[in-house]
């Protein structure tokens, strides 16, 4: 057995089993079941992490929806911030005691699209909803049976382990209950505009999608310089945030008859260079590249597309010069690129307060997913 002394009196174990809560769902369209898991030790190349504080995100309710394909038992979250319990064999990267962000888009540092300065969706991503770490096999137990991992994350958890490429160091001072929204939605939201879209200063942009990560894509455009912004939602209560954080209007669908790329084009000249879809629909994704410029526009997909869904387009949409583009984790390279956000974080040069509508004990997460599919939540956050 290792010991490793962090400090006087703490002991850490990197070969001991953790009996801890988990949020387990044990089938699709399921409420969460607070259960005490056993949480297996790190593997070589693998970290075990005291989950602190954990975001509630969209993509948490795909897996319980069945939009995205997951398996079950599951353990879902993948927005959070933790302090390293114990390492593996061979990690070089974290210590224990270290604050960490663990990243449901790994970077391996190895494979094509992380060798490429404009890629990021590395190998290791599990986009299929494998469930299990690299070999095959998960770190979580329930009952005597084995849970699934989500996204190489899970941190509706006490503890979780990921993959040394799925876990990042970030500075001792940044507050957990805020940064865990670096792990997903605001950095997805902030890249889309920033790195993706590369948004240009002075330009006009149509958001499409009023939650967490659409109103991280505004501050997004807003910070690029753009001097026109557009949220555009259904739920009409999203617009005060959505002006708070740098919408310059907004508009619902439901006012008009017209489809909503006429309704932009009259409004703007025929003048929106960038359009975002944060909302996961096939119908926006179309609506949201119609809405863009003929010519010279772009759009990004920021929303997850449902599953095994096909879309089709009239092909003349691109054909005129409009740019379709999508990205997951707002283009960032995610070890590389989350402790430079904490970092720009705590140099104010954003805010994550305007994001976080509530705070919440782990034992409500389903007062947590209640309040998203009422529309009445942005982001909450889950204290361990
Ligand atoms: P959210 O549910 O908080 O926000 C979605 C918003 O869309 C809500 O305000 C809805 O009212 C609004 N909406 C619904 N239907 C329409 C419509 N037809 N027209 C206009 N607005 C509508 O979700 P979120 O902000 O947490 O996530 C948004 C999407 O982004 C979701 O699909 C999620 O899975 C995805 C996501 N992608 C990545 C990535 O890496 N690409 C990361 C994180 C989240
Ligand atoms: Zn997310
Ligand atoms: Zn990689």
């Not at 979250?77 to 064999?89: L, M, R, Y």
């Not at 986009?127 to 996204?151: A, E, N, W």
């Not at 690129?337 to 720009?344: C, I, T």
Request: proline share 5%; charged share 20%; aromatic share 8%.
């Amino acid at each position: 057995m290792i010991f490793l002394f962090v400090s006087p009196g703490v002991i850490i174990s990197s070969d001991i089993v953790i009996k801890c809560k988990a949020a387990v769902l044990w089938g699709l369209k399921q409420p969460f079941s607070i259960e005490e898991v056993e949480v297996a030790p790190p593997k070589a190349c693998e970290v075990r992490i005291k989950i602190l504080a954990t975001g509630i995100c969209r993509t948490d309710e795909h897996a319980i929806s069945g939009a995205m394909t997951t398996k079950f038992p599951v353990i879902v979250g993948h927005e959070a911030t933790g302090v390293v319990e114990s390492i593996g064999e061979g990690v070089t990267s974290v210590k224990p005691g270290d604050k960490v962000i663990p990243l449901f888009l790994p970077q391996c540092g190895k494979c094509s699209s992380c060798i490429n300065p404009n890629g990021n969706l590395c190998v290791k991503a599990d986009v299929t909803g494998k469930g299990v770490l690299s070999d095959g096999t998960t770190r979580f137990t329930c009952k005597g049976k084995p849970v699934y991992h989500f996204m190489n994350t899970s941190t509706f958890s006490e503890y979780t382990v990921v993959d040394e490429s799925s876990v990042t160091k970030i500075d001792a001072n940044a507050p957990p209950e805020k940064v865990c929204l670096i792990g997903c939605g605001f950095s997805t939201g902030y890249g889309a505009a920033m790195k993706t879209a590369k948004v240009t200063p002075g330009s006009t942009c149509a958001v499409f999608g009023l939650g967490g990560v659409g109103l991280s894509v505004i501050m997004g455009c807003k910070s690029a310089g753009a001097s026109r912004i557009i949220g555009i939602d259904l739920n009409k209560s999203k617009f005060e945030k959505a002006k708070a954080v740098g919408a310059t209007e907004c508009i619902s669908p439901k006012d008009y008859t017209k489809p909503i790329s006429e309704v932009l084009s009259e409004m703007t000249d025929n003048s929106v260079g960038y359009t975002f879809e944060v909302v996961g629909r096939l119908e926006t994704m179309i609506d949201a590249l119609a809405s863009c410029h003929l010519s010279y526009g772009t759009s990004v997909v920021v929303g997850a597309p449902p599953s095994s869904k096909m879309l089709t387009y009239d092909p003349m949409l691109l054909f005129t010069g409009r740019t379709w583009k999508g990205c997951v984790f707002g283009g960032w390279k995610s070890k590389d690129d989350v402790p430079k956000l904490v970092s720009d974080f705590l140099a104010k040069k954003f805010d994550l307060d305007q994001l976080i509508t509530h705070v919440l004990h782990f034992k409500d997460i389903n007062e947590g997913f209640e309040l998203l599919s009422q529309g009445k939540s942005i982001r909450s956050v889950i204290l361990m």
